[in-house]
């Protein structure tokens, strides 16, 4: 404790706890919002369009953790290895791995790399990643949750070296509503608030929040629909979300898809075939096959009709880091 002692005072020093050791913890969770507001007891982050990693050392070569606890070190190499270059034996950090379409990051383009369980394959697909890390939850035998967040973040800087491709997710303070202004012209996802006098809690509370700029979320799919014409694979995914009564049809998903994701989804589909609609909801769709509700896509869309379903839906992927029973609807 002695090296993270020296940049703290004694109120957080009384915070410092041992690390019990491992390389997981389980994240923290941004709830959305449309009550987007500017505070200076709060940061504002950009929203990446990547996937969660919860990456960590305890003494041999650095894991990389989704955010439902699923090795996925063969999919990024690099990014173990540029952890494992800052010579931390004991560490977990927080952050997103994302690739980029320009100045963009695309979940579509992270698609050819998030599957992937042999390194070599993932360093040939010839698509760059860069890993965001954005908190600190443990480092040198110390767990740091306890402390505030600008805290964290703080030493965060002074524990690692950010080259790529590793990078320090940078923040605002204060500056919430100009922030998303200037992130919506440029594209954006849109922007994660953060109480910044907060300890790291585990879950989904209202510490994080987000603030949107395009609509777009997770989805199950429970079926999809014969192709027309020259189309191979199946024609539109039928998607839904869970609520008390169970899965929500949200309506069908019929762009996005090049012929490799047409053909392969399929194939995950059939394997999951079922007789009945997994939908609480009556679904009247010509040329319906059903599934088990168990993969997850990542859907963006212009917005929610009156009646509940998704206008102008289009694919970006599947999600391997969250299970179908955590789909919810978030606008």
């Given at each position: ?30 709830t959305l919002t449309r009550h987007e507001f500017s505070d200076e007891n709060w940061i504002y982050e950009r929203k990446l369009d990547g996937v ?280």
């Amino acid at each position: 404790m002695t090296d993270l002692a020296g940049l703290l005072d004694d109120e957080a020093q009384a915070l410092l706890r041992s690390w019990p050791g491992g390389t997981w913890h389980a994240p923290e969770l941004a709830t959305l919002t449309r009550h987007e507001f500017s505070d200076e007891n709060w940061i504002y982050e950009r929203k990446l369009d990547g996937v969660r990693l919860i990456a960590g050392a305890d003494g041999r070569e650095p894991q990389l953790w989704s955010r439902n606890r699923k090795r996925v070190d063969p999919a990024y190499p690099e990014v173990v290895d540029a952890l494992a270059a800052q010579g931390a034996s004991q560490f977990v950090v927080d952050g997103e791995v994302v690739a980029f379409e320009g100045d963009k990051t695309s979940f579509a383009k992270l698609q050819k790399r998030i599957h992937l369980t042999d390194a070599a394959a993932a360093r040939r697909t010839g698509v760059p990643v860069y890993y965001y890390v954005f908190d600190l939850i443990a480092f040198g035998g110390v767990d740091l949750t306890r402390l505030p967040l600008r805290s964290r973040k703080r030493l965060l800087q002074e524990c690692f070296e950010f080259t790529d491709p590793l990078r320090f997710s940078r923040h605002r303070n204060g500056e919430g509503v100009a922030f998303l202004e200037e992130a919506c012209a440029r594209g954006w996802e849109g922007l994660i608030a953060k109480r910044a006098d907060q300890p790291y809690r585990s879950g989904r509370g209202r510490d994080w929040l987000k603030f949107k700029c395009v609509s777009g979320q997770e989805f199950v799919i429970g079926g999809y629909t014969d192709p027309q014409g020259a189309r191979s694979g199946f024609g539109a995914l039928l998607v839904g979300y869970y609520d008390r009564e169970g899965l929500r049809y949200a309506g069908k998903v019929g762009t996005g898809y090049d012929e490799r994701t047409l053909r392969d989804l399929r194939a995950k589909l059939d394997e999951r075939s079922r007789s009945k609609s997994p939908f609480v909801d009556e679904v009247r769709e010509p040329g319906v096959h059903w599934a088990e509700p168990e993969l997850v896509a990542q859907v963006g869309f212009s917005e929610w009709t009156e009646d509940g379903k998704l206008r102008h839906p289009r694919f970006s992927g599947l999600r391997n880091d969250k299970s179908a029973e955590e789909v919810r609807r978030e606008g």
